[in-house]
């Protein structure tokens, strides 16, 4: 069975496109906290992401204002600060989401003709 650790190689493709990644999922699902991003990032098959590389992307994109905060109580635990998408945000997402889309699709054509 492989091993499913990310290695290095797949690490920095992750961060080429891991704020988009927040940005889409939060889009399409409204708000999220860190952890529930880190479940979703997982469930959509990127590789493992530690707490450490997510929450200051998150604070980065949030001191960018593409991302509004809010804390709220836990109603059984601690509280959380959730995270959605604020209209620039959105703009930014719209703007290069699409470029991302043709960049990775141009990238795995060439691949594809390298190894097929």
Known sequence: MPDKKPDAR????????LDL?????????GEG???LLLQRLAEAGLPDMKAGTLYPLLNRLAADGLLSTEWRAGESGPGRKFFALTEQGRAVLAE??????????NASSVIERGTG
Not at 10 to 17: A, H, I, K, N, S
Not at 21 to 29: D, K
């Open 96 to 105: 290069q989401g699409p470029k991302w889309t043709e960049f990775a699709k």
């Open 33 to 35: 906290y860190g952890y």
């Open 10 to 17: 797949q690490t920095q493709w992750l961060r080429g496109v």
């Open 21 to 29: 990644a927040v940005l889409a999922l939060l889009a399409e699902n």
